[in-house]
């Protein structure tokens, strides 16, 4: 007697893990340089090497410290540097007291959401979205609902998200930079979002929190602006990972941010804090905290996705691929020629071209590249290109 | 709309933590040396030296591969090791593919009760028991089933855990070391438990498996066994932490070992993969990973805990307290004068003297001691010992 509905969801693999190992075994067959994958988010820049000399030097001090169990909000000294770096970026006063680190971006996601699951709950998402928030709202009490995409520029279609609320809408999932189309979230757009949102909320009689989910929030090109949310819009809270900006997604550390504006801060903070209990969080990992004390200010070298970004935006428009330029994160979102993204991906992949395509993001019609790659295969994959568009 | 039973959650500390709390209050009132703090089960040794040696070793090399994704079950080469090194000490087969790593032992269980929480499924835990055991079954789906501790030895009343099985029984909680007895299960106990389990499991048409808790499995002094639980029941899953033997409980690494004898084993490990996923998990700390894979066969210093044991023993049982030596862990049961622990741990505050009474352990009339603690602060706290006695 096995829960059936977690055996589906341990052997279903998303369609991104698939294409990917189909690469690896295609790369056997035909020789890894004659693979083009564009599957995974992997961050392929370093991290900034400072995280190695932090590491080393926290070696020299106290194991037990280093090692041992912290609080379940995190240490002491990473809460207070991590509100230390949101109040002096955001004019905001966040107090360490409001941050809870956590195992990353995903369980941080997990516990708000968790957290917000009354009887009936529904959480939105607008498309294009990241496709394992389908999973954490669906497995943790809540209902999915989906915004369809505004495909012009990939900001938010305000009327289309009025009318996915409901007295039941405990929360709208807002991931700016996006993953998948790179693109930012204006200052109009989430002002716009927030009117809306707090016309509901008092329509309803409770709050719709904003749930930010922004870990690429470090990864911007040009200086586009990343508006501060919380201060757009009160009732917004902050899941955040170090995994892209500091290039180290295994490790493992992220945070939820509840800044004291939001309704009931307290008690949401102390159900964070139920939630991660009852899943079996102790700690986010020790060590990682103590380089994160000391490593707020770091960020990663942009140079290398900021070219990826130049070279296949050009490159792709001019052969007469249609896309939205990215301003943010390392993915992009390419309107698929013929209008089918599953067929497209096929005939790509008999050229060992690797594309996802972007259904599994609520955006059919399109497929997403994930630009976070080695600029050689690029140049090598231009023709592959080329030709799967003449197909 | 916030779920109040997670406020509740995250707001509820245990009683060891609040004694922990006030023993740092009274601390700045009455100085350090002068509170006699047994409350934490926080490992007193470093981590071995070669820990630290390991990882400076790996922060020599690529930093994309040491701190990037692993799949969700675990780099290769840590899986690998932990096989090679199970396989080796038990004489059984295990496999890497048997091994999910996790981010420590509380999510591998969550993820395990999880996986087995179908409908009306009630999971047994055998007192003395870890108090989050309750909280990780009743807010993931279970009913917890406590059956009453055997206070002459703490080992198991298997006519009780009899009385506690129904066709609804998914699992046994087995935690051999045992937190807080310190009491490890006997071959014979374990056996005898097995016997009824296979009964059972054959009357009920269904496995009962034990899911088998072994934190403190490194963790035994004067050679003692710690039988291996798949050997004598196969439906056994192993749910294992790095905390305890490597002294490293904030780093967060620890698995789920589910053998391939294990009833419907594929299934069940795909279950537990969705369980995990479900909550957020994307793998375990990538660096710990890799610490691992070089580390299996590092044993902890148990000297000093071997000593503490001895110190403790001694002199309480001299002074006329009730116990059972522990062999392994770093706890120990003691027998609350005058029968109620609570009004003891009250007496025993006022000598700044912190026990823990074992009522949340399923076992009133006992306090828990944990002996990892500073040998010098067990001399100073002797009298204090002798005092609340004469009280």
């Avoid at 905001?92 to 959401?113: Q, W």
């Avoid at 949102?197 to 929030?217: C, F, N, Q, T, V």
């Avoid at 900006?245 to 008690?267: F, H, N, Q, W």
């Amino acid at each position: 007697m096995i829960s059936e509905s977690l055996v589906h969801l341990g052997e279903k693999k998303s369609g991104i893990r698939e294409l990917f190992e189909y690469g690896l075994r295609q790369a056997a067959v035909v020789g890894k340089e004659n693979v083009y994958d564009y599957s995974l988010g992997n961050p392929s820049v370093p991290a900034p090497e400072e995280v190695a000399s932090i590491i080393r030097e926290l070696l020299e001090g106290d194991s037990l410290a280093l090692h041992g169990y912290t609080p379940a909000g995190g240490a002491k000294e990473a809460q207070q540097a991590v509100a230390d770096d949101l109040t002096q970026r955001s004019g905001d006063t966040i107090r360490p007291e409001n941050i809870f680190f956590t195992c990353g971006a995903a369980p941080a996601l997990v516990a708000v959401l968790r957290a917000l699951a009354v009887e009936d709950a529904e959480f939105v998402a607008i498309a294009p979205y990241f496709p394992e928030y389908q999973v954490f709202v669906s497995y943790n009490g809540g209902k999915f609902v989906e915004v369809p995409p505004d495909t012009k520029n990939f900001q938010v279609d305000i009327a289309a998200v009025e009318r996915a609320l409901t007295p039941h809408t405990q929360a709208v999932l807002v991931n700016s930079p996006n993953n998948p189309s790179g693109v930012i979230y204006s200052r109009e757009t989430l002002t716009a979002l927030g009117a809306l949102l707090e016309r509901k909320s008092a329509e309803y009689g409770h709050p719709i929190y904003i749930i930010a989910d922004e870990p690429y929030r470090e990864l911007v090109y040009d200086n586009a602006e990343v508006p501060y949310i919380p201060g757009i819009y009160r009732d917004t809270v902050i899941c955040y990972s170090y995994s892209k900006s500091l290039s180290m997604p295994g490790e493992r550390i992220g945070y939820v941010c509840i800044p004291d504006s939001v309704t009931d801060s307290a008690k949401l903070h102390a159900a964070v804090a139920g939630a991660s209990r009852a899943f079996g969080h102790v700690c986010a990992p020790s060590m990682m905290q103590r380089v994160i004390a000391r490593a707020t200010g770091l960020r990663p070298d942009l140079e290398a996705y900021d070219k990826n970004r130049h070279t296949l935006y050009n490159a792709l428009t001019e052969m007469g691929y249609e896309c939205v330029k990215p301003e943010g994160a390392f993915y992009m979102m390419v309107k698929a020629p013929g209008g089918d993204a599953h067929a497209f991906s096929e005939r790509a992949k008999k050229e060992n071209l690797l594309l996802v395509p972007a259904d599994s993001f609520g955006c059919p019609g399109f497929f997403r590249i994930s630009t976070c790659v080695d600029p050689a295969m690029i140049q090598r994959s231009l023709p592959a290109f080329r030709r799967v568009l003449q197909d």
